[in-house]
């Protein structure tokens, strides 16, 4: 199988996990626009879907489903997305497709992450994909600095800003070893908008799409 339709058949799987009469945090990609094609098929049975992007958001309307923002809904049973790298213990990276602080919003709400992704995305170690850091574009030259001294190399995303008007840092070269401890540090700093490490939002189970099939892993 292709790696698309590896992440087609994990996301026609997470259709399992929706809950029939809630509202579902959809989250932002490629994997992500397979599940929108799949939900389509049973918007009869949903409330709607709290979108994370402008592009999931033209996505889920063209297929008629009902859209809210994250501030309309104060919690919900379930968020789906993708990841660029997800570990042993379901930390991830994410904001490949630089809708991380929307995901982070939306992910915040909901009482489980299921995340979908091929297995191309299963790591031991996160770090290899660039780390994408949303920021204050005044912040960028400290915070390259601030990159550099634990071995990163902090480059702006070019040609791209977020829904939210910020540009991005890919962070390449770190090798994270403790993603939560990271994601505590590196959003302390002045200037950080969000950083693309989902540790303290990790995924509470994974929808991996291998040639063998769907791997259901739970953390
Ligand atoms: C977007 C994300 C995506 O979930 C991540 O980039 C994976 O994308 P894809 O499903 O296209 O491989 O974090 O900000």
């Not at 299921?114 to 204050?136: H, M, Q, Y």
């Not at 002045?190 to 693309?196: K, L, S, Y």
């Not at 989902?198 to 040639?211: E, I, M, Q, V, Y």
Request: one cysteine or more; glycine letters at 10%.
């Amino acid at each position: 199988m292709t790696q698309d339709e590896l992440k087609a058949l994990v996301a026609r799987e997470a259709l399992q996990h929706v809950v029939p009469g809630e509202w579902v945090g959809v989250g932002t990609g490629s994997t992500v626009n397979h599940f929108i094609d799949a939900l389509a098929g049973m918007k009869a049975q949903i409330a709607g879907a709290v979108s994370s992007s402008v592009a999931s958001t033209q996505r889920l309307r063209a297929h008629g489903i009902a859209v809210r923002e994250a501030n309309e809904v104060e919690r919900l049973p379930v968020y789906i997305d993708g990841a660029d790298e997800i570990d042993g213990r379901g930390c991830m990276i994410k904001g490949g497709g630089a809708a991380l602080t929307r995901e982070k919003i939306v992910a915040d709400l909901a009482a489980r992450f299921v995340c979908i992704a091929d297995a191309s995305k299963r790591v031991d170690v996160l770090g290899r994909f660039p780390l994408p850091v949303e920021v204050i574009d005044l912040a960028v030259p400290q915070l390259q600095r601030r990159f550099a001294a634990l071995g990163g190399r902090a480059m702006l995303r070019a040609g791209v800003v977020t829904d939210n008007g910020h540009p991005l840092l890919d962070v390449h070269g770190l090798q994270i070893n403790d993603p939560l401890a990271m994601e505590v540090e590196v959003n302390q700093w002045p200037g950080v908008v969000t950083v693309g490490l989902f540790a303290r939002h990790r995924a509470s189970l994974c929808l991996l799409g291998t040639a063998q099939g769907v791997q259901t892993v739970r953390y």
